[in-house]
T-cell receptor, first 109, second 112 residues
C-alpha cells in the first residue's frame, strides 16, 4: 500500500519562508507531486519531482530525496493568498496517485 | 473554456435515494478519476479509467458505479445513498504520461 505523512497545520507571516515536509511509503514510485487547494475550491497542481533534487517554479520550490522517501514544498515570500491546504501525492503502481492528508497553511499579516 | 466540468455543483438528497454526478473534460486526456474529499479534507481516490476502461477500483462500496461512455466523460452513479456518503466528489483527468491531474470544481453531496 501507500501512505504519506505531512504536518496538519503550519502558520507563518507574510514575507516569510515556509517548508512543508512529506514522507512516504509506497509500493512503486513514479514521482511526488504537490497540489494547492483553497477553501471551497478544487486542488490545483503546483509541482512534480520524479528525480532527486530541487525544482523551482517562481516563489515555490519542491525537493525530493528518493533514498529518504522524503520531499518538501518550499514557499518563499509568503502572501496572504498562499493561505490554503497543500497536498503531497505519490504516483505508484498502476498509475494510482495517493494523496497525503493535507497541510493547512495560514499566512498572517 | 472549462477544462474539467462537473454537474451538479451541489446535490442535496435523502438517504436511500439514487443519484448521479456527471463529469466531462475537453483536454483530450485518456485518464479520468473520481476522488472523494470528506469533511476533514482527506482526498481519496475512488476510481480511475483509462480510455473508457476501469484501471483503479479502490475499496469503494458496490453502491458506487462509475461509467465512462467515452474517454471525455466519466459519470458516477450512487445507489441507496447513506449519510456517510456526504462529501465533495472531484473528477479529474490527466494524460497517462504526465503527472499533473486537472480537477473539476467538485460536487458537494449532502445526504440528509
Amino acid at each position: 500500500g501507500q501512505s504519506l505523512e505531512q504536518p496538519s497545520e503550519v502558520t507563518a507571516v507574510e514575507g516569510a519562508i515556509v517548508q512543508i515536509n512529506c514522507t512516504y511509503q509506497t509500493s512503486g514510485f513514479y514521482g511526488l507531486s504537490w497540489y494547492q487547494q483553497h477553501d471551497g475550491g478544487a486542488p490545483t497542481f503546483l509541482s512534480y519531482n520524479g528525480l532527486d533534487g530541487l525544482e523551482e517554479t517562481g516563489r515555490f520550490s519542491s525537493f525530493l530525496s528518493r533514498s529518504d522517501s522524503y520531499g518538501y514544498l518550499l514557499l518563499q515570500e509568503l502572501q496572504m493568498k498562499d493561505s490554503a491546504s497543500y497536498f503531497c501525492a505519490v504516483k505508484g503502481n498502476a498509475g494510482k496517485s495517493t494523496f497525503g492528508d493535507g497541510t493547512t497553511l495560514t499566512v498572517k499579516p | 473554456d472549462t477544462a474539467v466540468s462537473q454537474t451538479p455543483k451541489y446535490l442535496v438528497t435523502q438517504m436511500g435515494n439514487d443519484k448521479s454526478i456527471k463529469c466531462e473534460q475537453n483536454l483530450g486526456h485518456d485518464t479520468m478519476y473520481w476522488y472523494k474529499q470528506d469533511s476533514k479534507k482527506f482526498l481519496k481516490i475512488m476510481f480511475s479509467y483509462n480510455n473508457k476502461e476501469l484501471i483503479i477500483n479502490e475499496t469503494v462500496p458496490n453502491r458506487f458505479s462509475p461509467k465512462s461512455p467515452d474517454k471525455a466523460h466519466l459519470n458516477l452513479h450512487i445507489n441507496s445513498l447513506e449519510l456517510g456518503d456526504s462529501a465533495v466528489y472531484f473528477c479529474a483527468s490527466s494524460h497517462p504520461d504526465q503527472y499533473e491531474q486537472y480537477f473539476g470544481p467538485g460536487t458537494r453531496l449532502t445526504v440528509t
